[in-house]
């Protein structure tokens, strides 16, 4: 079946670090890929997307590639700010036989930036 | 466009009390989905609706859930009786057919806590 798998956090940086979010996935065929964002007392938002392999999303300064040969999708950011503070979820949807397609998330990952 | 519109915000209910949660999608997305999202268990994907009809129950976690769309702009969720295993946050969200390319859109979400 599909599956997503995300670093676990929590993930504590200061201002202005690098951010690295690892995402894998394991679906057949050719998922589309999406990172999710989720503000504290807030629904998910869409963050960015992929949908094809080589594909870059980008977004508010995060990038997240769709690398087929390595089934990743890494969410990055060359500076992050206090305001990225949030939980990031990595997902997949494809169509399953049978039915309509569906979101596969992974188990999020919380970040909180330092001033 | 408003958004995905669910409500109540918040629902404090004692145990073996009916609960209801609603939601409004977009107008003209023909997909509704419900989550569940807890600490220890992440993001569930309850039911989804397509063009109004259940397709997939399967994570609907017993006979107490029921989900019903009568309309295209309305749906609910109920949990008759409650128990304290049910308190946590129920999302709704909607997304466009017939590719899932552009995610979903989610509401702010229901924070269920059954004492």
């Known amino acids: 079946g599909n599956s997503v798998t995300q670093m676990e956090g929590p993930v504590t940086l200061s201002e202005e670090a690098f951010l690295t979010i690892n995402c894998t996935y394991t679906a057949t065929g050719y998922p589309s890929l999406f990172w999710y964002v989720q503000y504290p007392g807030e629904g998910l938002q869409l963050l960015l997307k992929a949908t094809k392999a080589d594909d870059k999303g980008s977004n508010k300064g995060f990038e997240a590639t769709y690398r087929k040969e390595t089934t990743s999708f890494h969410l990055e950011k060359g500076s992050v700010q206090v305001s990225d503070s949030a939980v990031y979820f990595c997902?997949?949807?494809?169509?399953?036989?049978?039915?309509?397609?569906?979101?596969?998330f992974g188990s999020g990952t919380q970040l909180t930036v330092l001033p | 466009d408003a958004g995905v519109i669910q409500s109540p915000r918040h629902e404090v209910t004692e145990m073996g009390q009916e609960v209801t949660l609603r939601c409004k999608p977009i107008s003209g997305h023909d997909y509704l989905f419900w989550y569940r999202q807890t600490m220890m268990r992440g993001l569930e994907l309850l039911i989804y609706?397509?063009?109004?009809?259940?397709?997939?129950d399967s994570g609907m976690p017993e006979d107490r859930f029921s989900a019903k769309m009568p309309n295209a702009s309305f749906s609910t969720l109920k949990i008759q009786p409650s128990e304290p295993r049910d308190s946590a946050v129920y999302f709704c969200?909607?997304?466009?057919?017939?590719?899932?390319?552009?995610?979903?859109?989610f509401g702010s979400g229901t924070r269920l806590t059954v004492v």
């Open positions: 997902a997949l949807s494809r169509v399953s036989s049978g039915s309509a397609r569906q979101l596969t």
């Open positions: 609706f397509n063009n109004n009809v259940p397709i997939d």
């Open positions: 969200a909607s997304s466009l057919s017939p590719t899932g390319a552009r995610g979903y859109t």
